[in-house]
């Protein structure tokens, strides 16, 4: 089984930026596509932006130009960093690790983005 655990969540200001990190651990096996989705109230889980571990990235729309995701693949390590936050960033971000016909998420953490 693989476990993820998500850290740099908190409250911000519009304008602001925020850096979330994930690290996994377990039976990592690659290849391997790791990534970040959000939530909020009564929507579907969306995805914010996946990695490969050979460095290929997909962005929502939504945050392109202003994110950047990146891994580490010797600590199995990821981290989006979030830049000119906006008030429709705010949800709940959760890791997302997927290989073959296995998925797995950590618990989530808390972007708020409020003046």
């Known amino acids: 089984q693989v476990q993820l655990v998500e850290s740099g969540g908190g409250l911000v200001q519009p304008g602001g930026s925020l850096r979330l990190s994930c690290v996994a651990s377990?039976?990592?096996?690659?290849?391997?596509?790791m990534g970040w989705y959000r939530e909020v109230p009564g929507k579907q889980r969306g995805l914010v932006a996946v990695?490969?571990?050979?460095?290929?990235?997909r962005y929502a729309d939504s945050v392109k130009g202003r994110s950047t995701i990146s891994r580490d693949n010797a600590r199995d390590t990821i981290t989006l960093q979030m830049n000119n936050l906006k008030h429709e960033d705010t949800a709940v971000y959760f890791c997302n690790l997927a290989r073959n016909d296995e998925s797995y998420w950590g618990q989530g953490t808390q972007v708020t983005v409020s003046s």
């Open positions: 377990g039976r990592i096996r690659r290849p391997n596509v």
């Open positions: 990695i490969t571990d050979g460095g290929i990235v």
